[in-house]
């Protein structure tokens, strides 16, 4: 396998941003600085390394808070949206279940797999009951459903903000508004819509919100979850009672800190990033939709997120063009996959989209750093290799 290198990395074109971003280099020297010279654990009361990791955190809580809305005694500093989740999931389940009544979690079946999988988890220890939410073929929520749902009464909602496949951006105000009438607990993995759209928690109702980092040009490994004030969770980690002993475990404050600034810098330019990169998204589908004969555009087109392009080639396998594509242009098939096996999207499954459609299906992601000629380049390599396909199985 070729490298990829500081001086042949331009000969890539790199168009998956949903799965993960480059660290802005502002962040990337701010995490240099807090694992070489500002090293301390935040934890250590004696000296003065300690004290200048603990205000590092503390001001990496204000940014995160005021990018989505929430105070900074909200922030709990987590490994991901992974954590966050499943710290929701299984830390919203009584523990001691006395009313033996079964709690009832509501989910949009478009979720993310860290919520499915928490939640199947738990109905597989016959802990809870799951309610699918109802979307149509765009993978629009039917929120008349949803609030018959709420009605009934259940013990949480998962509602994301943005899709990580076909980037539907969903109406969480609305949602929001829907579980305050019936005082149910909201879970909005935010992952994909942090630093992209605004994000009001205080005002829209939500009362958990899953942040992960290098979603947003921050580094791996390190998110949080913002958790309403008053609001009990069970935790999962257990050890020296860090963060209220919601979450314990020696804070990594590198992480912590690019968080902060990754927030911080989204703040301050994320109006005029997302405008270019809509242009660069509606001039690559232009190219497409003129280049490839067939081309499908999926999803919400109405309420995406800006950097997202979900395209299906019916009579063409992803896989096909992913082989041709993969030594010059990074796309992918869909949700990033840590097994390896590409197993048909659940949810373009849960869209009820025929099976033409989604073995076809392609993922493009947009960001902060693309070029307008590597939309160009890219629209090339993509319909030559559709072309190039169609010439093979046609012939
Ligand atoms: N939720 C969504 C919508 C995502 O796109 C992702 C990442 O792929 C996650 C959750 C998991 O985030 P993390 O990688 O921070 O655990």
Known sequence: MRKITSTNKLDYIYLDYHSTTPVDKRVAEMLLHYMTT?????????????????EAVAQASTNVAKLVGASSKEVIFTSGATESINLVIQGSIPINNIAKIKPCIAVLPLEHKAVLDSCNMLVKKNLVEIINLQVNSQGRLDLDY???????????????????????????QEVGK????????????????????????????????????????????????IVRKGLQLNPILFGGGHQKGLRSGTLNVPGIVGLGEACRLRM??????????????????????????????NGDVDNRLSGNLHISIPDVPNSAIIARVRQKL???????C?????????????????????????????GKFTKLEEIEQAAEILSSAVQQTRQVMYS
Not at 40 to 53: K, M, P, R, V
Not at 272 to 295: C, F, H, M, V, Y
Not at 338 to 365: C, E, F, N, Y
């Open 178 to 225: 829907i579980a305050q009438k019936y005082n149910i607990p909201f879970l909005c993995d935010a992952s994909q819509a942090v630093g992209k759209i605004s994000i009001n928690f205080e005002e829209w109702g939500i009362t958990y919100l899953a942040i992960s980092a290098h979603k947003l040009y921050g580094p791996k490994g390190s998110g949080a979850l």
């Open 268 to 297: 301050l330019e994320m109006d005029g990033d997302e405008k270019a990169i809509a242009n660069l998204r509606d001039k690559l589908q232009g190219l497409l939709l003129d280049k490839i004969p067939g081309l499908v555009i």
């Open 330 to 336: 990074a796309i992918s098939t869909g949700a990033a």
């Open 146 to 172: 949803l609030e018959k749902v709420c009605a009934v009464g259940i013990s949480l909602l998962c509602v994301m903000a943005a899709n990580n496949e076909v980037g539907n951006i969903y109406p969480i």
């Open 38 to 54: 500002e090293f301390g654990n935040a934890s250590s009361i004696d000296h003065i390394y300690g004290d200048s990791a603990k």
């Open 338 to 366: 840590s097994s390896g096996v590409q197993a048909p999207s659940h949810v373009l499954q849960a869209m009820k989209l025929p099976t033409d459609i989604i073995d076809g299906a392609l993922r493009i992601g947009i």
